[in-house]
């Protein structure tokens, strides 16, 4: 319950936890490059349509989803692991302000 009183949580605590309450902003920039990938990437499928008892064959363009939710994963890792460096700096820059605040009291 440390969480909601200020001034006694510690700098580590209070980053970890900016840094998970960080992630779920990531969701939503994965979600639109997954969902541009999946639209702008396409393969062609062989359709098979019965005609007047003959098999006939075509082909469609179909959306890539296996690659657009690949796209929206690798998305979101790349954007954790920026997010993750910047809370190391600001966990090396709060010690910084730690240890220099407590070398001046």
Known sequence: MYV??????TSFRA???????????LIVPSFYM???????????TEIQT???????ST?????NVPLGVIGG??????LSIIWKMVCELLII????FETN?????
């Open 101 to 105: 605040t407590q070398k001046n009291i």
């Open 73 to 78: 994963v690798v998305t979101f890792i790349i």
């Open 34 to 44: 997954g969902n541009f990938i999946y639209l702008t990437n396409t393969y062609s």
């Open 59 to 63: 082909f469609q363009d179909v959306n």
């Open 93 to 96: 820059l709060f010690k910084y």
């Open 15 to 25: 980053i970890t936890i900016l840094f998970y309450f960080g992630l779920l902003p």
């Open 4 to 9: 909601f009183i200020f001034g006694k949580i």
């Open 50 to 56: 019965s005609f007047n008892g003959q098999l006939m």
